[in-house]
T-cell receptor, first 116, second 115 residues
Framework: AQKITQTQPGMFVQEKEAVTLDCTYD???????LFWYKQPSSGEMIFLIY??????QNATEGRYSLNFQKARKSANLVISASQLGDSAMYFC?????????????FGSGTRLSIRP | DAGVIQSPRHEVTEMGQEVTLRCKPI?????LFWYRQTMMRGLELLIY????????DSGMPEDRFSAKMPNASFSTLKIQPSEPRDSAVYFC?????????????FGPGTRLTVL
């Protein structure tokens, strides 16, 4: 069975500090993709970063990086130098199978609040 | 590219009425997904299509819900009759084809309120 787990319902972080949002996953498929999305209070779902199971290096996109530990089945999101605008809900997601035809399942999310 | 387009953005209706939500995926994407988001249940996948064919509709809550994708650029999600418990934000998302280009992009969502 496929499963995504986010164990941190909420986090508070001081502005300019780095923050790590946890995500663990479970799948029996050797090919899969991992995603992170941001949902601000305005409600839209914003794609942040993607990691394929066969990618040799951890994905990075600006201040976002994905700490991919395959053996531990974890895909934590790291945000460097947090900003007030980073306050939002963050979702980890997984697609099993290396095709756009596979469905994507989502974790329950982590609400991140940045303190000035 | 305009991204995933959904309409209407907001819908308020009365219980028992038919509701139709519309989605235009990103051009060239061959998979389309309908999600529902509520505070109680989070983000739920309702149904998804690949090349206009429904692949998995196991998330559709009941027979009152139906979805169609008559062509690659248009999909509808219909609720008939609507009930107050259907109140939620409904997202459409589309996904590209080919390994390494699997990113799924969401539309802005339709906020549905059933009175």
């Amino acid at each position: 069975a496929q499963k995504i787990t986010q164990t941190q319902p909420g986090m508070f972080v001081q502005e300019k500090e780095a923050v790590t949002l946890d995500c663990t996953y479970d799948t029996s498929d050797p090919s899969y993709g991992l995603f992170w999305y941001k949902q601000p209070s305005s409600g839209e779902m914003i794609f942040l970063i993607y990691q394929g199971s066969y990618d040799q290096q951890n994905a990075t996109e600006g201040r976002y990086s994905l700490n991919f530990q395959k053996a531990r089945k974890s895909a934590n999101l790291v945000i460097s130098a947090s900003q007030l605008g980073d306050s939002a809900m963050y979702f980890c997601a997984m697609a099993s199978g290396y095709s756009s035809a596979s469905k994507i399942i989502f974790g329950s999310g982590t609400r991140l609040s940045i303190r000035p | 590219d305009a991204g995933v387009i959904q309409s209407p953005r907001h819908e308020v209706t009365e219980m028992g009425q038919e509701v139709t939500l519309r989605c235009k995926p990103i051009s060239g994407h061959n998979s389309l997904f309908w999600y529902r988001q509520t505070m109680m249940r989070g983000l739920e996948l309702l149904i998804y299509f690949n090349n206009n064919v429904p692949i998995d509709d196991s998330g559709m809550p009941e027979d009152r819900f139906s979805a169609k994708m008559p062509n690659a650029s248009f999909s509808t999600l219909k609720i008939q009759p609507s009930e107050p418990r259907d109140s939620a934000v409904y997202f459409c998302a589309s996904r590209g084809q080919g390994a390494g280009t699997d990113t799924q992009y969401f539309g802005p969502g339709t906020r549905l309120t059933v009175l």
